[in-house]
């Protein structure tokens, strides 16, 4: 018994058949009409979860190698002020999503059980109808998925989050922080959590296999997608960089450059990763996708900062370079990661931009801009169109950047704790508490270690910013928001692992 596809593709070639009988000898069928528009680029978008500034060998570690995310980065643009939109997942995550900040849809840290999401005054996941990357491309004729890590909603307690599929996305398979089908471990709790929430296909797996698995699955839809004429866009999402680290045997190898385990357990996770995305950029060359495919590659905040790992003058593992602050703060460490963005032809090979300031908010009005995709009625960005700075050309941006993060009690190291709001504006960034207290202003291009406060020099300029901040905030979150949290940060039990 035929299938309707043998059936659909058996009639057209009988039409094809009787419409050439129809014609004589003296009179040939018109040759077919011939397109000169282009094919639309393909566009693969990685994020890496918890992978700090310094991790990556071509962001300068000299530990662990990274061979083939360097070579993405050496026939591409590799960029060196780029910044996430919240030094925690979820926010971060809704911020690339949506190109919008986090706080107009009340997310301000990462989602959590109900009650916790309650007591934060957030939601308990992404609105259903925000606006989302996978919307654009879909309505622009891609067919899109979304394949890893979500953590918008769905999972803990919470089971009536939108599927991942409503939410632009033909097909997706995820893990414990999202809806629909996915890969969940034994030994995690909340794998269990996210099991009894239904919802989709459960496949209980070894952590060490997720990233392959992740990859062979966009290999699979790549490959039922790549002779239909029809573009694809991509979220591949990893999350087997995040803590805790579940290595396949012999990561004991890095013992020879470490006597940090958990640092070493984290480069095999890492150098597995890098070897896994090596396979999917060769089958790209193989099926020639290559020159047309639109590669970006991030992370979502800065490196692991657990007050387990100081106990006996201990040091997290991950890096984020010579940055102060790492994941849960706002200093340079927990917000600016690595960016690399390749796309042969289009984005010319071999470049470093150190001056161009990137912010997440920008995805959505650039990549709109450079694929010329229509951006939906009605839509606006707080970030802006930098397709020039993504196609080799650095260029100041126009807006100002601003950050929110309070979530107390704050975890990791307290050197690393920051105030409430950060603005990026130009050369200088200030950081401070809703009230003005707490205040620090740096020269970032002068000095991105963050050493010397300028604060008190520049009380001008310190009081510019201030309102800035202030404007920011009465402008960009719901009305009674962000909720008054306790600042009891000298309390830092460790909260639940997001």
Not at 192 to 218: F, N, Q
Request: proline share 8%; net charge neutral; hydrophobic share 35%.
């Amino acid at each position: 018994m035929k299938t309707k596809k043998e059936i659909t593709i058996t009639g057209a070639l009988a039409l094809a058949c009787l419409a050439a009988a129809s014609c004589s000898k003296h009179d040939a069928p018109p040759a077919p009409a011939t397109s000169t528009t282009p094919p639309k680029p393909n566009v693969i978008f990685i994020l890496v979860d918890d992978m700090g500034y310094g991790d990556l060998s071509c962001y300068g570690n000299t530990l662990a190698s990274t061979p083939n995310i360097d070579r993405l980065a050496a026939d591409g643009i590799q960029f060196n002020q780029f910044y996430v939109n919240s030094p925690v997942c979820s926010p971060s995550r809704v911020a690339i999503t949506t190109g919008r900040s986090p706080s107009r849809y009340g997310v301000y840290t990462y989602f959590n059980d109900h009650k916790t999401n309650s007591n934060l005054g957030m939601p308990d996941y992404l609105a259903p109808d925000a606006p989302t990357m996978a919307r654009l491309f879909k309505a622009n004729g891609y067919a899109t998925a979304h394949i890893g890590k979500w953590h918008m909603g769905g999972g803990r307690d919470v089971g009536d989050a939108p599927l991942i599929t409503d939410m632009g996305n033909d097909f997706s398979l995820t893990s414990f922080e999202g809806l629909g089908d996915r890969l969940l471990s034994n030994g995690e709790n909340l794998s269990k959590e996210s099991a009894k929430l239904g919802k989709g296909k459960m496949t209980w797996v070894e952590p060490r296999v997720r990233t392959a698995i992740y990859v062979d699955t966009l290999l699979d839809f790549i490959d039922r997608n790549k002779n239909t004429g029809k573009p694809f866009f991509v979220n591949l999402w990893l999350n087997d960089v995040h803590d805790p680290y579940k290595p396949a045997p012999g990561w004991e190898k890095y013992a020879a450059v470490t006597d940090n385990i958990e640092n070493q357990k984290f480069f095999a996770v890492l150098e597995t990763m890098d070897h896994d995305l090596g396979r999917l950029f060769a089958k790209l060359d193989e099926w020639r996708l290559r020159d047309n495919t639109l590669i970006v590659l991030l992370s979502d905040n800065g490196p692991t900062d657990w007050p387990s790992y100081y106990k006996n003058g201990g040091k997290p593992p991950c890096s984020a370079g010579d940055l102060l602050g790492r994941k849960w703060s706002l200093y340079e460490g927990g917000i600016r990661v690595p960016f690399i963005i390749r796309w042969p032809g289009k984005v010319p090979a071999g470049k470093v931009d150190n001056t161009t300031i990137l912010s997440s908010l920008d995805f959505m009005p650039t990549l709109a801009a450079m694929l010329s995709l229509k951006l939906p009625d009605g839509y606006i960005s707080d970030g802006e169109d930098m397709s020039a700075a993504l196609q080799g050309r650095p260029r100041p941006r126009a807006k100002d950047v601003f950050w929110y993060y309070n979530n107390r009690p704050l975890p990791g190291n307290p050197a690393n704790w920051t105030p409430e709001y950060a603005v990026r504006s130009g050369d200088w960034k200030l950081l401070c508490n809703e009230d003005g207290t707490e205040t620090h202003l740096f020269n970032i291009t002068q000095d991105h270690r963050e050493t010397q406060d300028l604060a008190r020099q520049k009380p001008a300029l310190t009081a510019a910013l201030l309102e800035k901040v202030r404007l920011w905030k009465n402008e960009a979150f719901p009305p009674g928001a962000p909720p008054k949290l306790p600042d009891n940060r000298q309390n830092t039990g460790k909260t639940n692992t997001p």
